[in-house]
């Protein structure tokens, strides 16, 4: 038990009081051995107690208390049994405590500091290196500037930082925070309950998190990155080659520069990316965006629902859309493309053989190098063509165009509503037309030709015999070689010719004319004119010829400036219309001007109802449009545009191709300069934007401009509201990579940077500037708002702060940070791990480099500073100096308490002899030893030779010292009203509790009395973002009795 010192009367009169001269003149101190109460009776008596082997050599600068203590180095200082302080300056305080370093500090049973300016704290902690500090039972700090806090925590690489029980940080300038968590790679980071990270520069954030490649990162409940460059994001989610990225949980991008994000995501090919829940990307440079989807295969597409993307540079775009085989496309729900080189495109299309094309609802291209186009169609055989609805070609090489047209036999072709070539190389032209023997050639609604090498051109014609003619409605030439020309005549004999109104079978040579007149039993002249009049008005029309016309019912007109108008008009040729019903005009300026209509070649328009237009300079207006190639538009309804100068205005445009645009709607654009402006707006591919929304743009140039904003790809920007921008660029100059700006931004991957609002920006070149920040690794920065950094170069600059790992800083408010180069600069500070600082107002600073530069300080281990206001240091060069100073260890390892006087208030053995100046510095001196009384034994032998004349002068002495006697005693009443004030504060401290939530301050205070002195206390604990709190508190209990505190709190 230590107390102030009280030197050792006795007042024995021998020979009169020349006695007491003796007894009370200066004896010199022999040593700095605390005396201990040995014999048990409530006093420190020099000749009956001893100090039990403590031993200090005889030095005042040293102190030595306990049981076999050892304070053997120049200004050590040691308490406790077998303590030992062998290093200059150095203090050890606990039993079996060893302080064997210069200016080291070691507090706490079988504790042991052994380097220059180590610091051990707690049961067997171990400081071991240079600068060491170890704080808590069993931790070790075994090498320079390590700093190990927790229970078994073990800091074993240079610079390094372990916090948490069992945790390790075992390589150079490494931070390890979490029970059991592990950072055993250069530069590495782990935080949270088993993570561990093993690769260099790397971080490990969150409960088992693992990262084991150099400058990886993981992030989540049991994720993984295990590679160069590799993220992972989620919980479990793996990265597991070099710059491979993962997002989501059980996410697992497994390939060199893969990218996977979303739950169960997988990207296992190199350069693949796979976006959305349990989607796989697979195959080399595949890239898989939809939940379910799967793009195996190199350069594999695959996007939408369970879209399947299975074969070489295959594309499948849409809900359920599967693209099996090599270059094989798929495009709309549910279409499947199986032959190699395939196309389908439209709702249920399929196109299962090599090179097929088949494009609309549900068609059908089963022939290799076929092409269905329309809804319903089916090209089912080599090299086939089948365009319009329901339209079927089926036999080698056969071409049907119409609604249900259909084209069965090698080289077949069918144009016009339910037109039929069912012959090899037949040829049928009209609505209901039908040729239905080899080489046979029908032309005009319901025409037939029957016959082999026969031909039929006119309404309701019919050639039966082979080679044989019939030209004009309802014309019949039923037998070999017979000629029929006009309205209801017959040939039915071999080489027969019948020609006019009614005729019937002429063989041989009939009667001549300039001209061919085909009529009608009404009268009314239709036909085919050599001159410029023809015109074909009504019933069973056909024209033929330059002016020629043929308006109405079955009309066909057939060259020149063709009209053939409304019914089941066809018109084929130079200035070619056919304006309406089931009209069709193929070639020419043609027209063809609504119901059924189709135009196909040179100037075609087709301006409305079920449209469909091919070719030059292609239209199809509204309805059911749909236009293919050269300045192909469609504007509106059901629009679809495909080719060269493509457009696709409104409702549910698509535009596929070279210029391709679709501006609004249920709009889709895809390819080269595409654009798709707004309402459910896609672009995907060249340049393209999107611009609104329900917006996506993927592909090289993108941009997506806000609303539902997604943009993926090259020079991807994505701008604001729903925004999500991922990947690109990255050849800086800034020609721009993934972007974001604003709303609910996120932007993933190279350039990303994504300015604000709910901004979340991770990989490369990252930046966020502000809202409700948040940015992960590589050169990352935040600037300011709820900010939050993790990783390689990592900032934040302010506001509610937060940087963890690698050049982290975080630049005040709020700030944190925790890891490698930590910085903070101020306001509500703290910093942990390897070159930490802090810079003021509420520091706090733990490890390596720690500082904190005033205001509330702190600063704990390696080369703490914490430059004075409300100051706390521990351990190493643990500087502070004044103000509310706390200090342990640092130059010259004098020992510092805030309030000797409670503490003495609460002692409870023998006394012995302790100094503290008005600063609150500690020192020792000594009591009277039985050596020195026995030298007053010695010296009585000399009282004889005492004169009258010293006795005197010994009178007037003794009388001043009983004075300073009565003086001394006058002081107990102080000392034990100041040790009563002392016990009042302590038991009035108050410890508040832990925040409920980061961000809030809990408070607590109290007042106590003890023996008629009142003590008071207030103390309040603010918590940071995680498990992290700063605790400060302050006691009163009356005169110059208050005393301050400061502290860390946490939960691992």
Do not use: W
């Not at 062998?86 to 500090?105: C, D, E, V, Y």
């Not at 049991?222 to 597991?240: K, Y």
């Not at 196909?600 to 469909?612: E, H, R, V, W, Y």
């Not at 026995?934 to 007037?956: E, G, H, I, K």
């Amino acid at each position: 038990m230590l107390t102030t010192n009280r030197t050792l009367f006795a007042a024995t009169l021998l020979a009169g009081t020349a006695a007491v001269t003796l007894l009370l003149a200066p004896q010199e101190a022999m040593a700095d051995d605390c005396l201990l109460d040995t014999n048990n009776d409530g006093n420190a008596d020099s000749n009956v107690d001893t100090d039990l082997g403590a031993e200090s050599n005889g030095f005042d600068t040293r102190l030595a208390c306990g049981s076999a203590a050892g304070a053997t180095g120049p200004n050590s200082t040691s308490i406790g049994a077998s303590s030992d302080a062998t290093g200059s300056s150095a203090s050890a305080l606990g039993s079996f405590a060893q302080a064997t370093g210069s200016q080291s500090t070691s507090i706490g049973a079988l504790s042991e500091a052994t380097q220059q300016n180590a610091s051990a704290l707690g049961f067997s902690a171990e400081a071991t290196g240079l600068r060491s500090s170890s704080v808590g039972a069993f931790s070790v700090a075994s090498i320079d500037n390590a700093s190990a806090f927790g229970f078994g925590a073990t800091a074993s690489g240079i610079n390094s930082t372990s916090i948490g029980t069992s945790s390790i940080a075992s390589a150079n300038n490494s931070s390890a925070l979490g029970n059991l968590a592990g950072a055993s790679g250069l530069q590495s980071t782990s935080i949270g309950a088993s993570s561990d990270a093993t690769g260099q520069d790397s971080s490990a954030l969150g409960f088992g998190a693992q990262a084991t490649g150099t400058s990886s990162t993981s992030l989540g409940r049991g994720a993984s990155a295990s590679a160069i460059n590799a993220s992972a994001l989620g919980a479990f989610a793996q990265a597991s080659n070099t710059s491979t990225t993962s997002v989501g949980t059980s996410s697992l991008a497994s390939m060199n520069s893969a990218s996977a994000l979303g739950a169960s995501a997988q990207a296992a090919g190199v350069n693949s990316t796979s976006i959305g829940a349990f989607t796989v990307a697979s195959g080399l440079q595949s890239t898989s965006v939809g939940a379910s989807s799967d793009a195996t295969q190199q350069n594999a597409s695959a996007l939408g629902y369970l879209a399947q993307a299975t074969g070489l540079q295959s594309t499948s775009v849409g809900a359920f859309s599967g693209a099996v085989t090599n270059n094989a496309s798929a495009l709309g729900f549910n279409a499947v493309a199986s032959g190699t080189g395939s196309t389908s495109l439209g709702a249920l299309s399929d196109a299962n053989q090599q090179n097929a094309s088949a494009l609309g609802f549900q068609a059908q291209a089963t022939g290799a190098e076929s092409l269905a186009l329309g809804a319903n169609s089916g090209a089912t055989a080599i090299e086939a063509v089948a365009i319009g609805a329901s339209a079927l070609a089926s036999g080698f090489s056969a071409t049907s165009v119409g609604t249900s047209s259909d084209a069965t036999q090698t080289e077949a072709t069918a144009v016009g509503a339910f037109a039929q070539s069912t012959g090899v190389q037949s040829t049928s032209v009209g609505a209901f037309s039908g040729a239905t023997a080899s080489s046979a050639s029908a032309f005009g609604v319901s025409a037939q030709a029957t016959g082999a090498g026969s031909t039929s051109i006119g309404n309701g014609a019919g050639a039966s015999g082979n080679s044989s003619t019939a030209l004009g409605i309802s014309a019949q030439a039923s037998d070999f070689a017979s000629l029929a020309g006009g309205f209801g005549t017959a040939a039915s004999g071999n080489g027969a010719i019948a020609l006019g109104g009614l005729a019937t079978t002429i063989n041989g040579s009939g009667a001549t004319h300039g001209n061919i007149a085909i009529g009608s039993s009404s009268g009314v002249i239709a036909g085919m004119n050599g001159g410029t009049l023809t015109t074909a008005n009504g019933g069973n029309s056909i024209a033929l010829g330059s002016a020629a016309q043929a308006t109405g019912l079955q009309a066909v007109g057939i060259g020149a400036n063709s009209v053939a108008s409304l019914n089941n008009a066809i018109a084929l040729g130079f200035a070619a219309q056919a304006l309406g019903a089931a009209s069709l005009a193929i070639g020419g300026q043609s027209l063809a001007n609504q119901f059924f209509a189709i135009a196909i070649g040179n100037n075609a328009q087709a301006t409305g109802a079920s449209t469909t237009t091919i070719g030059t300079g292609s239209g199809a207006s509204a309805e059911f449009a749909s236009a293919l190639g050269n300045l192909a538009l469609a504007s509106g309804v059901q629009s679809t545009a495909i080719g060269a100068n493509s457009d696709a205005t409104l409702q549910f445009a698509s535009a596929f191709g070279e210029s391709a645009q679709a501006t609004g709607v249920a709009a889709t654009a895809i390819g080269t300069s595409s654009t798709a402006s707004a309402t459910d707006a896609t672009a995907l591919g060249g340049t393209a934007q999107a611009s609104g929304i329900g917006a996506t743009a993927l592909g090289s140039l993108s941009v997506a401009n806000a609303a539902g904003a997604v943009a993926l790809g090259l020079k991807a920007q994505s701008s604001g509201i729903g925004a999500i921008a991922i990947g690109g660029d990255g050849a800086d100059d800034l020609a721009l990579g993934a972007q974001a700006t604003g709303l609910s931004a996120i932007a993933l991957g190279v350039d990303a940077e994504a300015l604000a609002e709910d901004a979340t920006a991770i990989g490369r070149d990252t930046l966020v500037t502000g809202l409700r920040s948040v940015a992960l690794g590589n050169a990352v920065e935040v600037t300011n708002n709820n900010a939050t950094a993790v990783g390689a170069s990592a900032g934040a600059t302010g506001l509610s702060g937060s940087a963890f790992g690698a050049l982290a800083r975080a630049d005040a408010q709020n700030a944190t940070a925790v890891g490698r180069s930590t910085d903070v600069t101020g306001i509500s500070g703290t910093a942990v791990g390897f070159t930490a600082s802090v810079a003021g107002t509420r520091g706090t600073a733990v490890g390596a480099g720690a500082s904190a530069s005033a205001t509330r300080g702190t600063a704990v281990g390696d080369s703490a500073v914490a430059d004075q206001v409300q100051s706390t240091a521990v351990g190493y060069l643990a500087n502070t100096t004044a103000a509310n100073q706390v200090m342990i260890g640092g130059a010259g390892s004098s020992v510092a308490i805030g309030d000797i006087m409670a503490s003495d208030a609460v002692q409870v053995g023998e006394e012995q002899v302790v100094t503290i100046d008005s600063a609150g510095t500690l020192g020792v001196s000594n009591v009277a030893s039985a050596a020195s009384v026995a030298n007053v034994r010695v010296s009585v032998d000399y009282l004889a030779a005492v004169t009258d004349a010293q006795f005197s002068a010994l009178q007037s002495r003794v009388a001043g010292v009983e004075g300073s006697i009565d003086t001394l005693f006058d002081l107990t009443s102080d000392i034990d009203r100041d040790a009563q004030r002392g016990i009042a504060s302590i038991a009035a401290a108050a410890n508040p509790h832990f925040p409920s939530a980061p961000g809030r301050t809990s408070y607590a205070s109290n007042v106590a009395t003890y023996r008629g002195e009142v003590g008071f206390s207030a103390g309040l604990m603010h918590r940071f973002d995680g498990d992290f709190a700063i605790t400060a508190g302050v006691t009163y209990a009356g005169g110059n009795s208050t005393s301050v505190r400061a502290g860390v709190a946490g939960e691992f």
